[in-house]
């Protein structure tokens, strides 16, 4: 390609609304252009980098034995319906009605539509085991669109669908994306981590994230250097930092600490470790009638440690929460407690309700919590003697670095990443509530083991520039970067030999399959730099009148600080060493 037939459009400046790094070098390279909220035109630069992710993707989709199709970005709400999503998604899914009245969905996901295409034309075990997928676009009516690419409201997504015969073979179907999924994200040339996660909204029994890693993630990843242990924060499991519960030594005493509503403060006044308090969060569980209106509430009060943290995820699996709950109204944390936040504990409670401990804190003793009185806690509690024990004693709180290894082969650390791809064994979800079956051996009709398989391609784009950049641009692994090589020629309008020498080279390249840029535009030469150390493109050849002369050309890597003098005839042989070819 010549930069003279190609669209290049580059910004000295970010738009104002840009905020994270991704969008900003997105938005300057010309690769996206903002229609509307959460909503982009994809450039020619940026619809390059897209193509090469998903000609991977295809690569080893196929290779795993997938068959691709293509299903509609509008479905019918009824199939929707038949699983209880079309009212149960929420606001991010978008219905739309069609001229005769009749309920559509702009599809955020392909749950339905697969499943509904399974149960009309995969009749016997004998068609077992099938994965579709496909590549497409897709809408989600995020609240607040933020980030450019990384939480758009529209994106393109692979997404694919297994169906197997029974567990056993699900689970080798899964093993199978898993693999795929390994191999995608290793041909782009990320830094990423395949880590153990929750089920949420998409449902099922296993599931595992694909984290690029970037200072920038959203998500917290924890994993054991010393083994392979990695997990989501919400599913890492925090083992007990007490082996077992000591003998009180301290009497229970009521300490007065005025304005002292959080336990760092408390700590501070009363010369304690934070370790030694306990923080107490009160949730409530309503159960509702037909008419979907509150019949009954329940109080709770969950325990952890003052310097811990409630996993939300964790708490909505907690026998009797796992239904939904809420934080307590003031009026709730009033009736039970007599008293306002900050001064809460389950030392004397007004009213009966179920007490829940993290697993540290039903091992602690001599802890101080709230008195349930104002600017008073108490000190030297203790299970038992002070307290009736915990209703329940599960995990309920997020890890944090120094933690023990649920594996025992060492302590966990935590790392930022983007969750760009997500594998779920489904299990018969989607197909008992569709009754999609086949016909097993003995003739008798069974529901399809399902799995569900995807993979942000617009997201990769914002996740590998938060990853790969620097204060002159983008850095993309050369995989999945718009072009491999830029050719600039200085004064190629002005002189021959620069130009002959340029379309030669150029002529070279594509020949070896590179595909090459030729920046004919007649740029000024540190306009022209800036241009591609902007874009990203991992190879640069400067040609000039001056090298030629003396049989040299300039070769430097984007990720290098220097340019390397080269003779021009050993050019090729590094480029070809160096991007495989």
């Not at 930092?241 to 002292?260: E, M, N, S």
């Not at 306009?527 to 902007?534: I, R």
């Amino acid at each position: 390609m010549k930069a003279s037939q190609f669209f290049i459009s580059t910004l000295k400046e970010a738009p104002a609304d840009a905020e994270v790094v991704s969008h900003k070098l997105m938005m300057r390279a010309g690769m996206i252009k903002r229609l509307g909220a959460g909503i982009y035109n994809y450039m020619p630069m940026g619809l390059r980098v897209i193509r090469k992710v998903e000609a991977i993707i295809r690569e080893e989709m196929n290779r795993a034995g997938a068959v691709e199709l293509l299903m509609p970005v509008i479905q019918p709400a009824e199939l929707w319906q038949e699983t209880g999503r079309f009212e149960g998604m929420g606001p991010e899914l978008m219905r739309v009605k069609d001229r005769h009245g009749r309920d559509f969905i702009v599809q955020p996901t392909s749950e339905e539509v697969t499943t509904d295409i399974a149960r009309q034309e995969l009749r016997s075990y004998k068609q077992l085991p099938k994965n579709f997928y496909h590549i497409q676009t897709k809408f989600r009516d995020e609240r607040r669109p933020r980030f450019g690419v990384m939480r758009g409201r529209e994106f393109t997504m692979k997404d694919a669908y297994s169906f197997d015969r029974d567990a056993e073979s699900a689970g080798r179907s899964y093993e199978g994306m898993y693999a795929a999924y390994k191999r995608i994200f290793d041909r782009f040339g990320l830094q990423y981590r395949a880590v153990a996660a929750d089920t949420g909204a998409i449902g099922g029994d296993r599931s595992h994230e694909f984290q690029v890693i970037a200072d920038t993630g959203e998500d917290a990843i924890v994993y054991c250097p010393t083994s392979d242990y990695a997990a989501n924060i919400e599913l890492a499991e925090a083992l007990p930092l007490l082996a077992q519960r000591a003998a009180p030594t301290q009497p229970l005493v009521k300490a007065p600490t005025p304005g002292k509503a959080t336990c760092a403060d408390v700590a501070a006044l009363l010369g304690l470790p934070l370790a030694q308090t306990v923080k107490s969060l009160v949730l409530a569980t309503d159960e509702k009638n037909e008419h979907g209106e509150v019949v009954k509430s329940q109080v709770w009060l969950l325990l952890v440690r003052g310097d811990h943290e409630l996993n939300e995820v964790k708490a909505g699996k907690v026998p009797g929460l796992g239904g939904g709950f809420r934080f307590a109204t003031l009026a709730e944390i009033d009736a039970h407690f007599g008293c306002k936040p900050g001064y809460l504990g389950p030392v004397g409670l007004r009213q009966p309700l179920k007490v829940v401990a993290d697993r540290t804190v039903a091992h602690m003793a001599d802890f101080v919590c709230g008195a349930n009185e104002v600017d008073a806690h108490y000190t030297g509690v203790n299970w038992g003697r002070d307290l009736p024990e915990p209703d329940l004693v599960v995990d309920i709180r997020n890890v944090v670095a120094g933690d023990p290894s649920p594996d025992g082969q060492g302590v966990l650390a935590i790392q930022r990443g983007i969750e760009v791809g997500h594998v779920f064994y489904l299990g018969t979800k989607y197909s008992a509530a569709m009754n999609a079956t086949f016909l097993d051996e003995t003739g008798k009709p069974k529901h399809f083991e399902m799995g569900c398989y995807g993979i942000g391609v617009t997201r990769i784009l914002g996740a590998a520039i938060e990853q790969g950049h620097d204060e002159r641009g983008i850095i993309w692994p050369a995989a999945i970067a718009p072009f491999e090589v830029v050719i600039c020629p200085i004064g190629m309008d002005r002189s021959e030999a620069v130009k002959d020498a340029a379309e030669q080279l150029y002529a070279q390249l594509k020949e070896l399959g590179v595909d090459v840029l030729l920046d004919d535009r007649g740029e000024r030469p540190g306009a022209m730099f800036a241009d591609w150390e902007l874009i990203g493109v991992p190879e640069r050849v400067v040609l000039s009148d001056r090298g030629l002369k003396e049989g040299q050309v300039e070769w430097q890597g984007r990720r290098e600080a220097q340019a390397t003098k080269l003779a021009l005839s050993e050019l090729l042989p590094q480029l070809k060493a160096r991007l495989g070819r």
